[in-house]
């Protein structure tokens, strides 16, 4: 069935480096992307969001790409700082308004 | 401008019993959706309501419920609790749904 799912449930990186956070969908119908990140606690806080006639969006420290041929999304975070620490959600929406989200994947930064 | 908030931040209720949760939308929101998070399953959606009606659902049985009233403020219940209920139940608010949302720091219900 149609799905969005994460190629990896844990990434660990250095302080200072850059990370990458993949995400794969199936709903070639879906049209807007979004990043979340949860710290343990809290509620999902938006962090990114990209619709489907772009490739790419920019934020402040982050990146999102989005490839439609492959049906890939990921989310960059350039120099990665411990508060980065947390589970980071890829979310698609369609028509119907409904999110639905990926496994998640745990970012851990090592100072 | 205030997040969104949502009441009670704990619950823990026995099976069979019935329970409902709150959640205030950002100013000016009128979308809101209800998810459940839990170790197995992850953040599924559960409904999501747009000026008071219910526009969509997502896969949950129908003790799951939910309304929204006139000033966009939102609850939904569970009836006959299970055990499985147990969860983080998030709720989101957007100003028109399928666009950027904000998420309160949800209700973590036990079912015991």
């Known amino acids: 069935g149609e799905s969005v799912g994460l190629h990896l449930p844990t990434l660990s990186v250095q302080e200072g480096d850059n990370s990458i956070i993949n995400c794969a969908y199936s709903n070639s119908a879906s049209d807007y992307f979004i990043w979340y990140k949860q710290e343990s606690g809290k509620g999902p806080q938006f962090i990114i969001d990209?619709?489907?006639?772009?490739d790419k969006r920019q934020g402040q420290r982050v990146t999102v790409l989005l490839n439609k041929t492959v049906k890939h999304l990921s989310l960059q975070i350039a120099a990665t700082q411990p508060g980065d620490s947390a589970v980071y959600f890829c979310a698609e929406s369609g028509n119907n308004n409904d999110m639905r989200f990926g496994a998640g994947t745990r970012l851990t930064v090592k100072p | 401008k205030a997040g969104v908030t949502q009441t009670p931040r704990y619950l823990i209720k026995t099976r069979g019993q019935q329970v409902t949760l709150s959640c205030s939308p950002i100013?000016?929101?009128?979308?809101v959706s209800w998810y459940q998070q839990t170790p197995g399953q992850g953040l599924q959606f559960l409904f999501e309501y747009f000026s008071e009606t219910q526009r969509n659902k997502g896969n949950f049985p129908g003790r799951f419920s939910g309304r929204q009233f006139s000033n966009s403020r939102s609850e939904m219940n569970v009836s006959t609790l299970e055990l499985g209920d147990s969860a983080l139940y998030l709720c989101?608010?957007?100003?028109?749904?399928?666009?950027?949302?904000?998420f309160g720091q949800g209700t973590r219900l036990t079912v015991v």
């Open positions: 990209i619709r489907s006639n772009m």
């Open positions: 989101a608010s957007s100003f028109r749904g399928g666009t950027e949302a904000f």
């Open positions: 100013s000016g929101h009128r979308s």
